[in-house]
């Protein structure tokens, strides 16, 4: 028997219960991996919450690092003892040790801890697949603009850092003039606290009035219709969140209206299908933490037992960077 966070039914951070699980033996394209770090995201509130929903009763988690414990039929690229970190359906990762699917489980680097790998994996490839897949079809060169909502979070320091070694100049916004130091200190090359400025004009003056290619938006109803004013003709609003609640719908004309945008929503699993995608996204993210160009910031540790507190912080926005579950 293992330890295990499970939900009965969706709500707050209180149906998050810790329960004993049983754990077999990995079928073929599986592994038993024992983890020794998990990762905390949004998509995790999103499933306690039901706004994804799960069948019940549900594990949650996307985000781990561990030992492989054991190898189903058919899998090539890990062995027992491998230390291995993952982003990946299903969700489960909150718990002890599980059975999954290993075509997203990666082999995870001497070099990175696995605090590191843990707090990296889900959110370092999204930042991956953001600045390196999801382009505004005139192209991103170094000096361009972009504006990232949301830039102290986990996903967005690294992006800032990331956006940086590119040549991007990143505009961040955030919630607090704290956290828009952070974003600074990670590499934004300008920051705006969207609590005390219209940051639809702030870009605008930034930019010389020409507004940005790219708007990366993991807020969703609050900043959707303001960032739609960023964009300079022809952009792309790249939703890939929706903290602050689904973005309402609306008409396509507006867009034309707009300077002829595009719009799209996106998510990491389209990105990681197969075993061969999720490698390569994986070896650049491991590329850029190993030369030092983007760093991992884990500012909240919190033990397996204390997961309701960690939802509740995570959903008050009182975390920044990257925040994991502890299992030693």
């Known amino acids: 028997m293992t ?5 009965r039914q ?8 810790i329960v004993d699980v049983q754990v077999g033996e990995p079928g073929p394209g599986e592994v038993r991996i024992r983890h020794r770090a998990v990762g905390l995201n949004f998509i995790d509130v999103y499933h306690r919450t039901g706004l ?18 054991a190898v189903g039929e058919g899998v090539t690229h890990l062995r027992v003892g491998d230390r291995a970190a993952y982003a990946s359906q299903p969700p489960g990762s909150y718990c002890e040790v599980r059975v999954m699917p290993a075509k997203c489980v990666c082999k995870l680097p001497d070099a990175i801890s696995f605090e590191t790998g843990a707090a990296m994996m889900l959110k370092g490839l999204t930042a991956q697949y953001l600045l390196k897949k999801t382009r505004p079809v005139e192209g991103l060169e ?21 956006a940086k070694a590119l040549g991007l100049q990143l505009i961040g916004t955030a919630g607090s003039d704290a956290k828009c130091q952070l974003a600074l200190d990670n590499g934004a090359a300008y920051a705006i ?27 969703g109803k609050d900043t959707w219709d ?6 300079r003709p022809f952009g792309l609003m790249a939703s890939f969140g929706n903290a602050s609640g689904p973005v309402a719908p609306f008409a396509p004309g507006m867009l034309g209206a707009k300077g002829s945008l595009y719009v799209t929503r996106q998510t ?23 030369s030092g160009q983007v760093k991992i910031h884990i500012a909240q540790r919190y033990a397996l037992r204390d997961v309701q507190q960690a939802h509740r912080d995570l959903e008050a926005r009182k975390t920044t960077g990257s925040t994991i579950l502890t299992l030693e």
């Open 10 to 17: 969706h709500g707050g951070p209180e149906e998050l219960q």
């Open 52 to 69: 994804y929903p799960l069948n019940m009763p549900a594990s949650i988690g996307m985000e781990g690092a561990g030992v492989i414990e």
């Open 226 to 231: 303001k960032s739609l004013d960023c964009l």
């Open 3 to 7: 330890l295990a966070v499970q939900i």
């Open 142 to 162: 170094p000096g361009d603009f972009v504006l990232f909502h949301a830039a102290a979070g986990g996903v967005g320091l690294i992006a800032c850092q990331w």
């Open 268 to 290: 990491l699993f389209s990105h990681i299908t197969t075993r061969e995608a999720t490698q390569a996204m994986a070896d650049d993210l491991f590329a850029v933490v190993a």
């Open 193 to 219: 606290n969207y609590a005390k400025e219209d940051f639809a004009a702030r870009v605008k003056e930034i930019t010389g009035g020409r507004g940005v290619k790219v708007v990366y938006d993991s807020v």
